[in-house]
């Protein structure tokens, strides 16, 4: 099922302001390009509880020892709070979103802002 036009609008204008630094440490030396941060927002794109979703997620996160930050996503006024997570491959973090009913997740890189579909509402009829 096709991501919905509505919700595609929105996702031309996510900003994303981290509190704190959300940057891995690389050695000065080091010519491996930095690895992926992974923005997960509840309440963007559906109608989740954020504080349900955000308690969950840093359940998660804690378990798997995963280095996560809050953030704050704006997306045309509207401001959610967010998590960064890193330290996780692409699959296991799309994995996560879909358990926790994202629609997408954030690819977060030194050069870019990803959108990355979970699947989730491809079951949703």
Known sequence: MPIPEAVLTKLKDVVLAPKG?????????????????????PGLFDDLDQDIVLLDLDKRSRQAKLTSHTASFTCKGLELEGRVLQGITRERAVKLGYKLRLWAIFEL????????YTG???RER
Do not use: E, M
């Open 21 to 41: 630094d959300i940057h891995t440490t690389v050695l000065s030396n080091s010519t491996a390009a930095a690895p992926s941060r992974w923005g997960f927002v």
């Open 109 to 116: 890189t030194d050069d870019a802002i990803r959108i990355v």
């Open 120 to 122: 989730h509402n491809s």
